[in-house]
């Protein structure tokens, strides 16, 4: 028998080649994929069981290194899976992956509403990247009636930029797009910064889509507040103990074609796909449990996560 059912295979194919990509996004298609699995597995040995499980979330877990919220979710469905039998395992996978899915739909509405409050009537926000996160802080300002105008940086090389813009224009946001390079030009005309995050460390630091931090720098030049909008699911629990959060190194193709690299000779390519922003370039962390300074989100970690950095796809 395979240990991965093909639905974590396809959901793992889709992480690696950002089919499915932002950080909250890929851990409820993460948490989606380990009920396919659970319901698919055929043993009645509950030790099979729980290894097949654990081979999906290894599966799952290899495919992207950065965002935290995958083995976050990961571990807290399998800390959920409990039973002596088949059936009560797969009962108690299934009906954790989907409180977790419920939980997470949950956050970002109330981190958009903890974040909107942050926004006034007539306020002008600059992005980076796309974060379902940050779109719904703008979403709920909208919500509460108030009129929200967005720059929106396009975001090399892959241009999720393009996404943010289209659901901003769905909820009938005045969109002007940039080139990431003009920036620094039109923060004069913001009022607020507002990006997601793949990872937040015990110090505040926020990784997220390589560009943040130098934005980060700018709007703290410019005197712009840069707001970070994020659920707890992105607190990265290993950097407690001192450990670094990694970051993932893309395809040089994604920078420079094949025929133009030809052409110009010689060169190296570097393509880090994230960056780390220091708290002192942060005015808030926007969750669902309310807006946090930087530098005490290691409180918030401590309470929600304590020592569990165990990965337990890996016993
Ligand atoms: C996406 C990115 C997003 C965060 C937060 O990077 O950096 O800002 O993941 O997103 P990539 P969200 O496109 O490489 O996955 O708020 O949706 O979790």
């Known amino acids: ?186 923060l004069d005309e913001c009022d607020h910064v507002i990006v997601g995050a793949d990872s937040i460390a015990a110090d505040g630091s926020v990784i997220n889509k390589v560009g943040t931090s130098g934005l980060a720098v700018l709007a703290r030049e410019r005197g712009v507040p840069v707001m970070v909008a994020a659920g707890t699911l992105k607190l990265h629990p290993d950097t407690l103990t001192g450990q670094a959060v990694e970051i993932e190194q893309r395809a040089e193709r994604e920078v420079i074609d094949d025929e133009s690299r030809e052409e110009i000779g010689e060169i190296t390519v570097r393509n880090p796909a994230f960056d780390v922003t220091p708290p002192r370039h942060l005015d808030a962390i926007v969750t669902e449990k309310g807006q946090f300074p930087p530098e005490s989100i290691v409180s918030l970690m401590r309470e929600l996560y304590g020592d569990q950095v165990d990965e337990p796809w890996s016993e």
């Not at 028998?1 to 932002?22: F, H, L, Y």
């Not at 800390?79 to 997470?104: I, K, N, P, Y």
């Not at 009537?121 to 992005?127: I, L, N």
């Open 1 to 186: 028998m395979d240990s991965v059912c093909p639905e974590v295979e396809q959901v793992a194919d889709a992480i690696a080649s950002m089919e499915t990509r932002g950080a909250a996004t890929i851990a409820d298609a993460a948490a989606g994929a380990l009920a396919a699995q659970a319901e698919w597995i055929e043993t009645e040995d509950p030790e099979a069981f729980r290894a097949a499980m654990r081979a999906a979330a290894r599966t799952l877990a290899d495919t992207r290194p950065t965002a935290v919220s995958l083995p976050n979710a990961l571990r807290y469905v399998l800390h959920g899976m409990h039973g002596g039998t088949v059936s009560d395992l797969r009962t108690s996978v299934v009906t954790r992956a989907e409180a977790f899915r419920t939980d997470l739909d949950r956050a970002q509405g109330r981190l958009g509403r903890v974040g909107a409050g942050r926004l006034r009537d007539g306020d002008t926000v600059m992005t980076h990247c796309h974060s379902t996160a940050a779109v719904a802080v703008v979403r709920a300002a909208v919500e509460q009636g108030k009129h929200v105008e967005a720059y929106v940086k396009e975001t090399r090389p892959r241009n999720q930029g393009h996404i943010t813009a289209k659901e901003l224009r769905e909820l009938g946001v005045p969109v002007t797009l940039i080139v990431d390079n003009a920036a620094h030009r039109f």
